[in-house]
């Protein structure tokens, strides 16, 4: 595939990730509100932020290509995760993922100034039972800071991770597959 895209997101991940599939981009970063709704659904919730990121690089004027945005939630108990506050909510968050199997929901969007198509990919995760001294080393890392559910399991949050099914690469934030897929679909309409 030859086409070219915009990347609407600041995200290093996103880019490396987007230069694994071959296709040519250049990235740029929106100012997006991505505050969820009350009682909005995670899977509502992450889709409408990739479409909401994809159609604001159009509003922008970035309108000779499609624009790409993508977002990421980890979801327990069907309540969204963010990127921690501080360390109280990121000790809080890893207590709830310890032990336990999470989804991480990643969103793409493709938008021009005529249409948007987008889908959600959900990924189970499963953490080993995490300790107080783990949880307080990992955020002295300083790796989570950054991170929806606070880690990366890309990074040294990896070794938490006992058991993962589906796409690995949608947990780091843009699955390869989906998005190549997407993008077909999207250039054939």
């Not at 945005?69 to 310890?98: M, W, Y």
């Not at 949880?135 to 949050?157: F, H, M, R, T, V």
Request: charged content about 25%; glycine content about 8%; some cysteine.
């Amino acid at each position: 595939m030859t086409t070219s895209v915009y990347l609407a997101s600041a995200s290093p991940r996103r880019k490396e990730l987007l230069t694994q599939l071959g296709i040519e981009f250049s990235q740029f970063s929106v100012d997006a509100d991505e505050s969820q709704y009350p009682n909005e659904p995670p899977y509502e919730y992450v889709e409408r932020l990739a479409r909401l990121k994809a159609c604001s690089g159009v509003e922008l004027g970035y309108t000779d290509r499609p624009v790409l945005g993508s977002d990421t939630v980890v979801v327990i108990d069907n309540q969204s995760l963010c990127k921690p506050r501080d360390e109280a909510d990121f000790t809080h968050t890893l207590k709830r993922l310890s032990g336990n199997t999470h989804q991480v929901l990643t969103a793409v969007a493709f938008a021009t100034q005529e249409k948007v198509l987008s889908c959600v990919v959900s990924t189970d995760v499963t953490f080993k039972t995490l300790t107080d001294e783990e949880i307080k080393a990992y955020w002295q890392s300083g790796e989570p800071q950054d991170k929806a559910g606070g880690y990366g399991i890309q990074g040294l949050g990896g070794r938490f991770v006992t058991h993962i099914s589906g796409s690995y690469f949608s947990v780091v934030g843009l699955p390869l597959y989906e998005t190549e897929q997407l993008l077909k679909t999207f250039l054939r309409r």
